[in-house]
């Protein structure tokens, strides 16, 4: 059993960053690949970004590359997103999940967090 806590969310304006932060606890957090996901209101959940078990690998959605960047920390059982550049369209419930295999997919994925609110104003 994994339990994840995402926090770091909140209002921000148009072009500026935010760091969203997901600490994990439970079994080993290196054993799984991290993924992060969005909801806005009235759409289905969509993969926005997953970094692999040792953080040599990631993959963004297409409208995250260039301005999102995941990245993990073992030793402190946590990942992070970075987001910069941020847009209104970027407004939506975040997710942080894990998952024994690596990919965009969430069924592929086993435990999500509760989620935290980003709302980009223009």
């Known amino acids: 059993q994994v339990q994840l806590v995402e926090s770091g969310g909140g209002l921000v304006q148009a072009g500026e960053p935010l760091r969203l932060s997901c600490a994990a606890s439970g079994r080993t957090f290196s054993s799984y690949a991290m993924g992060w996901f969005r909801q806005a209101p009235g759409k289905e959940r969509d993969f926005v970004a997953a970094?692999?078990?040792?953080?040599?690998?990631?993959v963004y959605a297409d409208s995250v590359k260039g301005r999102f960047t995941i990245s993990r920390d073992n030793a402190r059982n946590t990942v992070y997103l970075q987001m910069n550049s941020l847009k209104p369209e970027d407004t939506a419930v975040y997710y942080c999940?894990?998952?024994?295999?690596?990919?965009?997919?969430?069924?592929?994925?086993?435990?999500w967090g509760q989620g935290t609110q980003v709302t980009v104003s223009s």
């Open positions: 970094i692999s078990w040792s953080g040599s690998t990631t």
């Open positions: 999940a894990a998952s024994t295999k690596f990919g965009s997919y969430s069924n592929v994925y086993d435990y």
